[in-house]
């Protein structure tokens, strides 16, 4: 049976350097005018959860759809980290990096979740997991951990600094610049070594 998280699921926004360097002009206009100096967070509401096997029901306003490739810390009993789980953090496309609005994070079955968590005693260092994302086969993005703005252990400290993280809640290490797109009819393999493979593919809606 494929993983499903028992708690809140959080996706971490401009936690990759690319990332941050590509909006680096944007982080000084209003209405910020300045980096963000904590985290910035979101919610992956239960409706968006999709398995791993499953079909994606994309709506047919929806052209297409951005593949947010990432691994994320599934929270132990003690605030620790209890696994590792591959995620596919999809979104209509959009530009509000700073406030993802709702309505393009949270459509129904836009996260794939990764088939097992892999035990977090089985890894040495999260800076060494490396992503490839694959398109119907062809590998469209590779994602290497080590370019974290703040690392795994540096993440969920600072989160847990302004909010407790419970058992079974999830928290994304955050989605690399460079985000593939998808459409109605194409499978998308996220893989990493150590981790099965999340595999999902996209569907339109029945008529």
């Given at each position: 049976?494929?993983?499903?998280?028992?708690?809140?699921?959080?996706?971490?926004?401009?936690?990759?350097?690319?990332?941050?360097?590509?909006?680096?002009?944007?982080?000084?206009?209003?209405?910020?005018?300045?980096?963000?100096?904590?985290?910035?967070?979101?919610?992956?509401?239960?409706?968006?959860?999709?398995?791993?096997?499953?079909?994606?029901?994309?709506?047919?306003?929806?052209?297409e759809v951005e593949v947010g490739a990432t691994?994320?810390?599934?929270?132990?009993?003690?605030?620790?980290?209890?696994?590792?789980?591959p995620?596919?953090?999809?979104?209509?496309?959009?530009s509000s990096f700073f406030r993802p609005p709702v309505k393009f994070k949270c459509v129904d079955g836009f996260l794939g979740i990764g088939p097992a968590m892999r035990d977090a005693q089985e890894v040495a260092d999260p800076a060494e997991f490396r992503l490839e994302v694959r398109i119907d086969g062809e590998l469209r993005q590779?994602?290497?951990?080590s370019q974290l703005v703040r690392n795994a252990s540096r993440l969920l400290a600072d989160v847990s600094e302004f909010m407790t993280l419970a058992r079974g809640d999830v928290l994304m290490l955050g989605c690399d610049a460079g985000r593939?797109?998808?459409?109605?009819?194409?499978?998308?393999?996220?893989?990493?070594?150590?981790?099965?493979?999340?595999?999902?593919t996209l569907a339109g809606e029945a008529a």
């Amino acid at each position: 049976m494929s993983f499903i998280p028992t708690g809140t699921v959080y996706g971490v926004l401009l936690n990759f350097r690319a990332e941050v360097d590509a909006l680096a002009p944007q982080m000084t206009q209003p209405p910020y005018k300045a980096p963000p100096q904590a985290p910035v967070l979101y919610v992956k509401t239960a409706n968006t959860w999709s398995p791993h096997g499953s079909a994606i029901v994309i709506p047919p306003r929806i052209p297409e759809v951005e593949v947010g490739a990432t691994i994320a810390m599934v929270i132990g009993a003690d605030g620790d980290v209890e696994g590792f789980v591959p995620m596919n953090d999809l979104s209509i496309p959009h530009s509000s990096f700073f406030r993802p609005p709702v309505k393009f994070k949270c459509v129904d079955g836009f996260l794939g979740i990764g088939p097992a968590m892999r035990d977090a005693q089985e890894v040495a260092d999260p800076a060494e997991f490396r992503l490839e994302v694959r398109i119907d086969g062809e590998l469209r993005q590779s994602v290497d951990f080590s370019q974290l703005v703040r690392n795994a252990s540096r993440l969920l400290a600072d989160v847990s600094e302004f909010m407790t993280l419970a058992r079974g809640d999830v928290l994304m290490l955050g989605c690399d610049a460079g985000r593939p797109l998808a459409r109605v009819g194409d499978r998308i393999e996220i893989s990493a070594p150590g981790f099965e493979t999340l595999l999902n593919t996209l569907a339109g809606e029945a008529a």
